[in-house]
């Protein structure tokens, strides 16, 4: 039955999106990955379709000057002075690179406990994230009262026969998503004091018994400010920084702590969000499984916004079965979301069948000009070797004309919404000009490398219907430009690489997943990136855990084993 659920929302959607495809605007030349990169100019209204990844490294600041060391680990004090070196070398076995399942087999055999499993967490992040030569900035916030929580869950597991698949498992939050107990700031001194009540996901894991950790640095305001800063930089937390190669292999972004904070084993998983390759870009920099569902399958209440026409948060892990779990903890039907889905689905749907060979007999389209990279022919090669075909195409040249000026409208009137009423009343600033003026009063530490694209979207106007123009050609755009290849080619899937085709996916608000498909000539991880149809999440993980099983390519940062 919850086959033929998922199978009926599928064939729905699919129906939808194909109506459109007699109605698509002319094919336009299309740009490029290192193009789009170097693009972003303020009230641009060429093809900006990737805002997550900009290569650079001039660093104006690296440590945090908002983060006072001594406050953060002052709630811990206590908890942690009987924690040793020694204690934290015993227990790396049962919890370094570990997947969920094996770190609650080993806490059932009496290996660990929730505690201590938390405190092997937090005493890893002192040791490793902030003020010294290792140091990742990766996380900004911390919960103080995580380690009587963990201690709650000791005692709640000695009388739960049946407990949730993340029952006891230390959760980090990009900090664009409301917890209690700590602040919301986007990275933004603005929003320095957000005190703000749960976001609808982060009530959907405390129900499913996960404990929030903290919260994971990011790109500020979701890479979506400065236009010209690094990656993984926020005036809050400081810049983050890649432990495959620190100061040298970019984080990628905006869910840049996230990403560093998964791959250097600071917490179990990670939650990100992405408006276009944010989820996708800093998996794949830090050799991660990352996931970036269908629009509207997770909520996106409580979460500071970009674009209510895009946004979505989804599950950062070192491994697909994880992802699953984490998925499963999430979904949920959020009548406050516009675009929430009720997609008709049990908990612990998407944990179900990962053990088959998904990806026997299924179709997938390769890029022509992508097989030049030795990694994706390698990956092609173990999903053929596995029993899928892969069909080479030459892509369509179509543009996605008028990217930032969606961005530019949305955020105009999303974040104000947001402000009203999601943060907290000690919040002043209810507009984006009032941000700006705000950063103005200290612009060396409020915003070093300036607001340039928040500057643009003051700039930016439109009419209604001129902006639905807009969004409407670049749904149909990103719609033909992935079915055009899967409906002649009858594909299951398309692959690429990292975040290459994220906006593509972004506006035809289509699924895709990075899995580790290894690492370049220079040390830096790349992923192999799947993109489906809507609602196919199920087949994304089953075809993922299909190829991470076979492929095996993660290896854990060697600084930090």
């Known amino acids: 039955m919850k086959y033929l659920k998922l199978l009926i929302c599928v064939f729905l959607i699919t129906i939808s999106c194909n109506d459109n495809k007699n109605n698509q605007p002319a094919t336009q030349e299309s740009t490029s990955e290192e193009s789009v990169k170097d693009s972003i100019v303020v009230n641009d209204s060429s093809d900006v379709s990737d805002i997550s990844t900009k290569p650079f490294y001039d660093f104006k600041v690296l440590d945090s000057k908002y983060i006072d060391a001594s406050a953060l680990w002052e709630p811990f004090s206590e908890d942690l002075k009987d924690f040793t070196e020694s204690i934290y070398n015993s227990l790396k076995p049962f919890i370094l690179e570990q997947d969920i399942p ?3 087999k080993n806490i059932a055999q009496g290996k660990l406990s929730y505690e201590q499993l938390t405190k092997f967490y937090l005493y890893r992040i002192r040791k490793f994230d902030r003020e010294n030569d290792l140091s990742l900035n990766s996380v900004i916030a911390l919960n103080p009262n995580v380690i009587a929580e963990a201690k709650q869950r000791d005692k709640e597991f000695l009388n739960r026969m049946v407990k949730p698949k993340l029952f006891g498992m230390p959760i980090l939050l990009k900090d664009n998503i409301n917890a209690s107990g700590m602040p919301t700031t986007a990275g933004a001194v603005a929003l320095e004091n957000n005190m703000a009540d749960d976001a609808f996901i982060v009530q959907r894991l405390k129900e499913n018994k996960a404990l929030i950790l903290g919260k994971a640095n990011l790109s500020e305001w979701a890479y979506f400010f400065c236009g010209d800063c690094p990656s993984g ?13 620190r100061k040298m292999i970019d984080t990628g972004g905006s869910s840049s702590g996230s990403g560093v904070a998964v ?9 990100g969000s992405e408006t276009s390759g944010s989820i996708l870009s800093p998996s794949s920099k830090n050799s991660l499984v990352g996931l970036k ?68 007999g299924k179709r997938f389209g390769a890029f022509k000009h992508l097989l030049e990279d030795s990694l994706y022919v390698n990956a092609i090669t173990v999903l053929k070797n596995l029993g899928a ?11 996605l004309p008028e990217f930032l000026r969606l961005l530019n409208l949305d955020m105009k009137k999303d974040l104000p919404v947001y402000l009203s009423q999601n943060a907290s009343d000690s919040i002043k600033v209810r507009t984006v000009s009032d941000i700006i003026d705000f950063n103005k009063e200290d612009s060396i530490s409020r915003m070093p490398y300036g607001q340039k694209l928040f500057e643009g979207i003051v700039a930016d106007s439109a009419t209604d219907s001129a902006f639905e123009n807009i969004k409407s050609t670049l749904k149909n755009n990103g719609i033909k430009y992935l079915n055009k290849p899967m409906n002649e080619n009858n594909l299951n899937g398309i692959l690429s690489i990292n975040n290459y085709h994220a906006g593509f996916a972004a506006v035809a608000e289509y699924p895709a997943m990075t899995i580790p498909m290894g690492y370049n000539s220079d040390g830096e991880p790349e992923g192999l990136t799947i993109i489906a149809r809507p609602l196919q999440e199920k087949f994304l993980l089953q075809w993922a855990y299909a190829y991470e099983q076979a492929s095996k390519m993660r290896q854990i940062p060697e600084d930090y084993k």
Not at 263 to 271: S, T
Not at 327 to 333: E, N, Q, T
């Open 233 to 245: 930089y926020s005036a809050i937390g400081g810049q983050t920084l890649n432990p495959y190669g």
């Open 293 to 360: 569902p269908t629009i509207g399958l997770l909520s996106r209440s409580g979460i500071v916004p970009i674009s209510s026409t895009l946004d979505t948060p989804g599950p950062m892990t070192k491994n697909v079965v994880d992802n699953a779990y984490l998925l499963d903890a999430m979904f949920g039907v959020d009548k406050s979301d516009s675009k929430t889905i009720d997609a008709l689905l049990d908990l612990g749907f998407y944990t179900e069948q990962l053990k088959e060979n998904g990806v026997k």
């Open 389 to 399: 075909e892969v069909i080479e195409f030459e892509e369509e040249e179509i543009e």
């Open 102 to 104: 094996t770190i609650q």
């Open 263 to 271: 791959a250097a084993n600071f917490c179990v998983a990670a939650v």
